[in-house]
C-alpha cells in the first residue's frame, strides 16, 4: 500500500496530456542533441582557435557549460519522465536532479549578469573592467557564481519535489513558502533587472559615441569645403582664432572617443584575423583624428577605416550578447507568468507542460546564436565540423 502511494505521488498521468507526451518527447530529444553537441563545439572553439581565448569569452564558456550540464546530463532524464507519465528514479535522484536543474538556472542568470556588466565596464570603465576581469577575477567570479547558486539553493533540499502537473521535479513552495519566493525575485527579477538596465546604459553610451563621431565628421567635411581666402579673412578679423581653439577642443573630445572605442575593442569577444595590423593602426588613429590638413595621407584613411571596423565589430558582439539575454527572457516568461497569474491552478495541464518545455529551449540556442551573430565562432565551427567529417569525407573518396 506504501508503494502504491509513493508510485501516485511520483506519477503525472493524464488523459489531457497523454497525446502531448510525444511532442514533449521529441522536443527533449532535440533540444539533447543539438545542446549537447553546440555547447561541446563551443567549448572546444574556445580551446582550439587563439582569437577566441580572450577573458570576455571566458564567461562565454561558463554558461556553455551551465548548459551542457542541462543538455547532457539531466534533459534525458527529463525526457523519460514525460515517456511514462511518472518519476521512475526515485525520490533521492528527484531532488538531485531538481538541484541541478535549478543550479543551473541559476549560474545562467549570474554570468548573464557578468556578461552585461563586463560589456558596459569595457565600454565605460576600461580601468575597472582590466582589474575586475583579470586572470584572477575571472577565476573566482565563476567560482562565485556556482558556489553562490548551490549555497543558495541547497537549503531547499527537502523541498524538491515531483511536480504533476509539469511531470519534473521542482521546488516545493508550500514547504518553504517565503524562501522560494524570494530566491525566485533575487535570481529572476533583480538578476535579469540588472542584465537589462547594463544593456540600456551600453546602448546610450555607443549612442552617444556614435553621434560624436558623426559631428566629427561633419566638422572634417565643414572645414575642408571652406576656402582658404575666407580662412584668411577670419584669421585677419581674430574669429579664426577662436574657432581653431573650438575646433581643437572638439577635435580633442572625439579623439578621446575615439581612442575608448579602439581600446574596447582590443578585448573583444570576437577579434579580427589581422590583430597585428589593428594594432597598428589604432596607435595611428589618434594623430589622424586630430589631422588639420584638408588632405589627409593614406595610412590614416586606413587607420579610420580600421577603427571603424572594429567599432562595427564590438556593436555585433554587443547584439549577440543583447540575443542571448532575450532568448533567455523568451524561454522563461511564458513559465513564470502562467505561475503568477494562475494562482488556483485553473489553468489546463498540458499548458503549463507545454510552458516549462519552453524552458529547455535556453541551453540550446545559444550556440545557435554564436554562430549566426559572431563571425569567429562561425569560423570556428565551421573548423571542428570539417575535422569531424574528414574521415568520412577520406571514405566517400
Given at each position: 500500500k506504501?508503494?502504491?502511494?509513493?508510485?501516485?505521488?511520483?506519477?503525472?498521468?493524464?488523459?489531457?496530456?497523454?497525446?502531448?507526451r510525444?511532442?514533449?518527447?521529441l522536443?527533449?530529444?532535440a533540444?539533447?542533441?543539438?545542446?549537447?553537441?553546440?555547447?561541446?563545439?563551443?567549448?572546444l572553439?574556445f580551446?582550439?582557435?587563439?582569437?577566441?581565448?580572450?577573458?570576455?569569452?571566458?564567461?562565454?564558456?561558463?554558461?556553455?557549460?551551465?548548459?551542457?550540464?542541462?543538455?547532457?546530463?539531466?534533459?534525458?532524464?527529463l525526457?523519460?519522465?514525460?515517456?511514462?507519465?511518472?518519476?521512475?528514479?526515485?525520490?533521492?535522484?528527484?531532488?538531485?536532479?531538481?538541484?541541478l536543474?535549478?543550479?543551473?538556472?541559476?549560474?545562467?542568470?549570474?554570468?548573464?549578469?557578468?556578461?552585461?556588466g563586463?560589456?558596459?565596464?569595457?565600454i565605460?570603465?576600461?580601468?575597472?573592467?582590466?582589474?575586475v576581469?583579470?586572470?584572477l577575477?575571472?577565476?573566482?567570479?565563476?567560482i562565485?557564481?556556482?558556489?553562490?547558486g548551490?549555497v543558495?539553493?541547497?537549503?531547499l533540499?527537502?523541498?524538491?519535489?515531483?511536480?504533476?502537473?509539469?511531470?519534473l521535479?521542482?521546488?516545493?513552495?508550500?514547504?518553504y513558502?517565503?524562501?522560494?519566493?524570494?530566491?525566485?525575485?533575487?535570481?529572476?527579477?533583480?538578476?535579469?533587472?540588472?542584465?537589462?538596465?547594463?544593456?540600456?546604459?551600453i546602448?546610450?553610451?555607443?549612442?552617444m559615441?556614435s553621434?560624436a563621431?558623426l559631428?566629427?565628421?561633419?566638422?572634417?567635411?565643414?572645414s575642408r569645403?571652406?576656402?582658404?581666402?575666407?580662412a584668411?579673412?577670419?584669421?585677419?578679423?581674430?574669429?579664426e582664432?577662436?574657432?581653431?581653439?573650438t575646433?581643437?577642443c572638439?577635435?580633442?573630445?572625439?579623439?578621446?572617443?575615439?581612442?575608448?572605442?579602439?581600446?574596447?575593442?582590443?578585448?573583444?569577444?570576437?577579434?579580427?584575423?589581422?590583430s597585428?595590423?589593428?594594432?597598428e593602426s589604432?596607435?595611428?588613429?589618434?594623430?589622424d583624428?586630430?589631422?588639420?590638413s584638408?588632405?589627409?595621407?593614406?595610412?590614416?584613411?586606413?587607420?579610420?577605416?580600421t577603427?571603424?571596423?572594429?567599432?562595427?565589430?564590438?556593436?555585433?558582439v554587443?547584439?549577440?550578447?543583447?540575443?542571448?539575454?532575450?532568448?533567455?527572457?523568451?524561454?522563461?516568461?511564458?513559465?513564470?507568468?502562467?505561475?503568477?497569474?494562475?494562482?488556483?491552478?485553473?489553468?489546463?495541464?498540458?499548458?503549463?507542460?507545454f510552458?516549462?518545455?519552453?524552458?529547455?529551449?535556453?541551453?540550446?540556442?545559444?550556440?545557435?546564436?554564436?554562430?549566426?551573430?559572431?563571425?569567429?565562432?562561425?569560423?570556428?565551427?565551421?573548423?571542428?565540423?570539417?575535422r569531424?567529417?574528414?574521415?568520412?569525407?577520406?571514405?566517400?573518396t
Amino acid at each position: 500500500k506504501w508503494n502504491q502511494c509513493n508510485d501516485d505521488l511520483l506519477s503525472c498521468y493524464n488523459p489531457s496530456v497523454a497525446g502531448y507526451r510525444y511532442f514533449a518527447l521529441l522536443w527533449g530529444c532535440a533540444v539533447t542533441i543539438i545542446g549537447t553537441v553546440g555547447n561541446l563545439m563551443t567549448i572546444l572553439a574556445f580551446t582550439i582557435d587563439p582569437h577566441l581565448r580572450t577573458r570576455f569569452n571566458v564567461l562565454i564558456i561558463n554558461l556553455a557549460l551551465a548548459d551542457l550540464l542541462y543538455c547532457t546530463i539531466l534533459q534525458p532524464i527529463l525526457v523519460d519522465s514525460y515517456l511514462h507519465l511518472r518519476w521512475r528514479t526515485g525520490l533521492v535522484c528527484c531532488r538531485i536532479v531538481g538541484l541541478l536543474v535549478f543550479l543551473s538556472i541559476s549560474v545562467s542568470i549570474i554570468t548573464l549578469c557578468l556578461i552585461a556588466g563586463g560589456r558596459y565596464l569595457m565600454i565605460a570603465k576600461r580601468a575597472v573592467f582590466d582589474r575586475v576581469f583579470s586572470d584572477l577575477g575571472l577565476s573566482l567570479l565563476i567560482i562565485s557564481a556556482w558556489t553562490l547558486g548551490l549555497v543558495s539553493l541547497g537549503p531547499l533540499w527537502p523541498g524538491y519535489v515531483f511536480v504533476p502537473k509539469v511531470c519534473l521535479c521542482s521546488i516545493d513552495g508550500k514547504t518553504y513558502h517565503p524562501y522560494p519566493t524570494i530566491l525566485l525575485f533575487f535570481y529572476f527579477f533583480v538578476g535579469l533587472g540588472c542584465v537589462g538596465t547594463f544593456y540600456f546604459f551600453i546602448y546610450r553610451r555607443v549612442r552617444m559615441t556614435s553621434l560624436a563621431l558623426l559631428r566629427y565628421r561633419f566638422s572634417r567635411r565643414s572645414s575642408r569645403k571652406k576656402p582658404a581666402s575666407l580662412a584668411q579673412d577670419t584669421n585677419y578679423s581674430g574669429v579664426e582664432s577662436s574657432m581653431a581653439n573650438t575646433c581643437s577642443c572638439e577635435m580633442s573630445s572625439q579623439a578621446e572617443l575615439a581612442k575608448n572605442t579602439v581600446e574596447i575593442n582590443c578585448e573583444k569577444s570576437s577579434q579580427p584575423t589581422h590583430s597585428s595590423a589593428t594594432a597598428e593602426s589604432a596607435t595611428k588613429c589618434p594623430p589622424d583624428i586630430i589631422e588639420t590638413s584638408p588632405s589627409p595621407t593614406p595610412a590614416a584613411s586606413s587607420s579610420h577605416c580600421t577603427a571603424l571596423g572594429d567599432d562595427k565589430e564590438m556593436k555585433h558582439v554587443t547584439r549577440m550578447c543583447l540575443a542571448v539575454f532575450l532568448g533567455f527572457v523568451f524561454c522563461f516568461a511564458p513559465y513564470l507568468l502562467i505561475n503568477m497569474a494562475d494562482i488556483h491552478n485553473h489553468a489546463p495541464r498540458v499548458l503549463y507542460m507545454f510552458c516549462r518545455n519552453l524552458t529547455w529551449l535556453n541551453s540550446c540556442i545559444n550556440p545557435v546564436l554564436y554562430a549566426v551573430m559572431n563571425r569567429q565562432f562561425r569560423q570556428a565551427y565551421h573548423v571542428l565540423l570539417t575535422r569531424a567529417a574528414a574521415p568520412f569525407t577520406c571514405l566517400w573518396t
